[in-house]
Each structure stands twice: as structure tokens, then as C-alpha cells.
């Protein structure tokens, strides 16, 4: 019970720094858009050294010790790009508009700073619906990554303590992106900040279901998930997180930063990973 406690706040965490995000919005003097490009790179780093050093190598391991080292790898393999696809469908179902991972310019955050909101943009209906659309995507992709964080966590907290670290730095672009629409629709601070702090809830709340699923429809004696389930989700997980960096984290990266921004953060993310797992061995 202690492991899914530790697996659970650690996931809460990861979902809940899209608060930071809309924090940085509201009270930092200027976005620090230097930041965000070193912060989502370094996700990427981390994301994409996890999922091809350990992950991917974790549900090999399970996954071949139930059908053997042929069948095994052709499971471990295809349950991988199975959640390239699952994390792709779920992009392909989120209008571009609305998509989370869309890059605010530094005009368009500005207004965040101060009290002056135009009064043409204010009360728009478009722009809250926006808003409104971007939490729910954002809830949407939440699910995925949430359960990646929850099922690394559980296997491995120290492990686990890295990759939350990864998605919450790469939930606080997402925060700002649900709190620049609403609060040029309403103008309300409160109201921008709720929504993009309650949307991080799906990480966590979609890890405790999916978890509950899994070990209500194939949990053996006591609960505990069978061997090959998890083998096949560990290769999934790694799937969705390198679709994630990959997809979002880079081009989020390479849009927000400047000259080697970008790469400086790939490199420290997986610089941070592999110490980690060093230290850990």
C-alpha cells in the first residue's frame, strides 16, 4: 500500500504543475520563455533515455520470461509502437486550435502580467471555449502520462521520482496554455488559475483508474497485475513517452527557446537520467 501511496503523490505532482504554469503566467514580471524551452527539452531528455534504457528493456524482461526470448520480443516490440498509436489517436481527436502543446508567444502572455485586458476580448465566448477545450485536452493527454508516471513509480520510486519531475516541467507550458483564453475571456485570475490547476487532476485521477482496470480484469491472487500485463504496459508506457518528446516536448522546445536551448536541455535530461540510474544500480 505504501508503494501506491509513494506511486500516487508522486503522480499528483507531475499533473498538478500545471498550476505552477499559470502561477509563472500570473506573477512572474516577465515569462521566462528561456526557461520553458531548457525545462521541455530537458523532458524530452529524460523521457526519451528512460524509455529506450530501462522501460522498453523492463517489459522485454517480463515479457520474455512468460513466452521466451522470440516470442517476447515481438510482444515487447509490438506493445511499443502499440502506444505510439493509442498516444497518436488521442492527438488526432484534439483540434490543432486546441491542442495544449501550442506555443504562446510573448505577446500573448503579456496581458497576464498587469490588469489591462482590452475590453474587445473580454466576455468572448470564443476564447473561453478555447480555454475551456485546451483543459480538456489537456486532461485527455493527461491520462496516458499520468498512468507512465504511476507505473514507473511503482516499479521503481526513485525512478519514478525523475519522470514526474519530467512531465511537471512539461505540464507548465500546458498551465499557461489553459490560463491565457480564460482569463482573456473573463478577465479573472481565480477563474484562469482554477481551471488550469483542476486540469492537471486527470494525470493522477485517469493513473488510479486505468490501475484499478488493470488489476480488476487481470489481477491475479491478491491483486498483484500478472507479469506479462506488465511487461506489455512497461513497452507501452515507453511508446507514449517517446511519442510525447518526440512530438510535443522538442518542436514545444525548439519554438520557445534560442540557438542550442533546445539541446542544452535534451542533453541535461538525459545527463540527470542516466546518474540516476547509475546511482541507483
Not at 521541455?40 to 529524460?46: H, I
Not at 508567444?105 to 475590453?119: F, G, I, Q, T
Amino acid at each position: 500500500m505504501s508503494e501506491i501511496a509513494i506511486a500516487f503523490g508522486l503522480t499528483l505532482f507531475a499533473g498538478l504543475a500545471t498550476g505552477i504554469g499559470s502561477a509563472i503566467a500570473f506573477f512572474a514580471k516577465r515569462t521566462n520563455f528561456r526557461f520553458l524551452s531548457i525545462s521541455t527539452g530537458f523532458s524530452a531528455g529524460v523521457m526519451l533515455y528512460v524509455s529506450f534504457v530501462e522501460i522498453f528493456f523492463k517489459g522485454s524482461e517480463a515479457l520474455t520470461e512468460v513466452y521466451g526470448d522470440y516470442w517476447g520480443e515481438w510482444i515487447n516490440v509490438g506493445a511499443f509502437f502499440g502506444g505510439i498509436v493509442l498516444i497518436g489517436l488521442i492527438d488526432a481527436f484534439i483540434p490543432q486550435a486546441e491542442n495544449p502543446h501550442e506555443v504562446r508567444s510573448e505577446r500573448a502572455v503579456a496581458p497576464l502580467h498587469n490588469d489591462d485586458v482590452p475590453d474587445d476580448i473580454k466576455d468572448n465566448p470564443k476564447l473561453m471555449r478555447m480555454g475551456l477545450f485546451t483543459a480538456l485536452a489537456i486532461g485527455i493527454h493527461n491520462f496516458p502520462e499520468g498512468l507512465a508516471t504511476f507505473l514507473a513509480a511503482l516499479h521503481d520510486p526513485s525512478v519514478g521520482v525523475v519522470i514526474a519531475v519530467a512531465i511537471a516541467l512539461h505540464n507548465i507550458p500546458e498551465g499557461i496554455s489553459v490560463s491565457v483564453p480564460i482569463y482573456y475571456a473573463t478577465g479573472d485570475r481565480k477563474k484562469a488559475f482554477l481551471y488550469s490547476f483542476l486540469s492537471g487532476l486527470a494525470e493522477p485521477i485517469g493513473a488510479l483508474i486505468a490501475y484499478g482496470g488493470i488489476v480488476l480484469f487481470t489481477g491475479g491472487s491478491g491483486g498483484a497485475v500478472p507479469q506479462e500485463v506488465m511487461g506489455v504496459l512497461f513497452a507501452g508506457v515507453a511508446g507514449i513517452m517517446v511519442y510525447i518528446s518526440l512530438d510535443e516536448l522538442i518542436p514545444t522546445s525548439n519554438a520557445y527557446g534560442k540557438g542550442h536551448d533546445s539541446m542544452i536541455g535534451l542533453v541535461g535530461g538525459m545527463a540527470v537520467m542516466a546518474l540516476s540510474l547509475l546511482m541507483m544500480s
